[in-house]
């Protein structure tokens, strides 16, 4: 089983400043990740899939990158709503796992 | 718009079965998939399966083989996932998704359910 792990644990950064957040996986998946955010009481919502592609109606200071093994997720100039848990997840297969999630927290 | 509405929430005892179901809306249910998810309090999410909606064809995770059972009705347009032998483990939320891909298993989640909370207690 494919183990996704993600750090920090927990991220402190002031709106407006930039978040990055790592997600490594313990076998190369290609570009087969994908990002969630998940805020308090709610189902996770899809960001972005195939590492890099935003989904539907995802604002552009979303962005993901990397292949293989070390992907990340930025956020440039962070809002107010952005402040919640993100978790990435491998879809390359079965089973599908997810990374443990980052809380990004207002600083 | 696609729209996932799972049943309440259910509270069981230890051996118990819950059955959880998932009616969907705003597209052509039978042309995705349907996978579930389940997040234990406070913790991350996890894979439990999937199934086709046209076919029923099932996939579970190989945990929760022999414990739990997929199916759809494409009469209501509704998935349902049911968990046998419930363990105080089980306490979970548990989330249907739609699978972004028309007709396939990408394992990509664009619509998800709000959730339903299954507690197991004595």
């Known amino acids: 089983e494919m183990l996704m792990t993600q750090s920090p644990a927990t991220l402190s950064v002031s709106p407006g400043e930039r978040a990055t957040l790592s997600c490594r996986a313990s076998?190369?998946?290609?570009?087969?990740l994908a990002w969630y955010q998940q805020k308090p009481g709610q189902a996770p919502r899809l960001l972005i899939y195939?590492?890099?592609t935003r989904a539907t109606g995802i604002p552009a200071r979303f962005s993901g990158g990397g292949s293989g093994t070390e992907f990340t997720l930025t956020i440039s100039s962070l809002q107010s709503e952005d402040f919640a848990v993100y978790y990435c997840?491998?879809?390359?297969?079965?089973?599908?796992?997810f990374g443990q999630g980052t809380k990004l927290e207002i600083k | 718009q696609v729209q996932l509405v799972q049943s309440g929430a259910e509270v069981k005892k230890p051996g118990a079965s819950v059955k959880v179901s998932c009616k969907a809306s705003?597209?052509?249910?039978?042309?995705?998939?349907i996978q579930w998810v389940r997040q234990a309090p406070g913790q991350g999410l996890e894979w439990m399966g999937w199934?086709?909606?046209?076919?029923?064809?099932?996939n579970y995770a190989q945990k929760f083989q022999g414990r739990v059972t997929m199916t759809r009705d494409t009469s209501t347009s509704t998935a349902s996932m049911e968990l046998s032998s419930l363990t105080y483990d089980d306490t979970a939320v548990y989330y249907c998704?739609?699978?972004?891909?028309?007709?396939?298993?990408?394992?990509?989640?664009?619509?998800w359910g709000q959730g339903t909370v299954v507690t197991v207690s004595s």
């Open positions: 998704a739609r699978d972004v891909l028309p007709g396939g298993d990408s394992g990509v989640f664009d619509y």
């Open positions: 705003g597209y052509t249910f039978s042309g995705y998939y």
């Open positions: 199934i086709k909606a046209d076919t029923g064809k099932t």
């Open positions: 076998q190369s998946i290609g570009s087969n």
């Open positions: 195939g590492a890099s």
């Open positions: 997840q491998h879809y390359n297969n079965w089973p599908y796992t």
